[in-house]
Nanobody, 126 residues
Framework: EVQLVESGGGLVQAGESLRLSCAASGFTSDEYSRAWFRRVPGKEREGVSCINSNDDSTYYSNSVKGRFTISSDSAMSTVYLQMNSLKPEDTAEYSC???????????????????WGQGTQVTVSS
C-alpha cells in the first residue's frame, strides 16, 4: 500500500520547537520529491516547504523562512520538518505529500502531489 504517515504534531507554546516526520512506504521514495503543506480551517492550503528528490534543493514559504528546516534521510524514506520559534499563526494541520520527479517553481501545485499523508495537528499557544 502506498502511503505517507506523519507524526510529531502537538501543542506547544510560542517560541518552542517541534519536529514533524513523514514516513513513506509502498513506493520508491527516492524518486519522489516531498512537500509539507498546512491548512487552517476556512483558509486555502499553504505550501510551506519542499525538498527535491534529485538534488535535495529546498524551498520555504516566506512565512516560515529562517525558522523551519526540511530534511530527509538518504533514501527519502522519511522527510522531516524542524519547526523552531513557533508562532500562534503556525497553528494548522500539517500534511506531507509526494510528487514523482522534481519540483518546478517553488513547490509546484497541489494537484501534482500524490500520495498525501493524513495530516498532523500543530497548535501553538501564545
Amino acid at each position: 500500500e502506498v502511503q505517507l504517515v506523519e507524526s510529531g504534531g502537538g501543542l506547544v507554546q510560542a517560541g518552542e520547537s517541534l519536529r514533524l516526520s513523514c514516513a513513506a512506504s509502498g513506493f520508491t521514495s527516492d524518486e519522489y520529491s516531498r512537500a509539507w503543506f498546512r491548512r487552517v480551517p476556512g483558509k486555502e492550503r499553504e505550501g510551506v516547504s519542499c525538498i527535491n528528490s534529485n538534488d535535495d534543493s529546498t524551498y520555504y514559504s516566506n512565512s516560515v523562512k529562517g525558522r523551519f528546516t526540511i530534511s530527509s534521510d538518504s533514501a527519502m524514506s522519511t522527510v522531516y520538518l524542524q519547526m523552531n520559534s513557533l508562532k500562534p499563526e503556525d497553528t494548522a494541520e500539517y500534511s506531507c505529500a509526494a510528487l514523482y520527479g522534481t519540483v518546478v517553481g517553488a513547490c509546484g501545485y497541489e494537484y501534482e502531489y500524490d500520495p498525501w499523508g493524513q495530516g498532523t495537528q500543530v497548535t501553538v499557544s501564545s
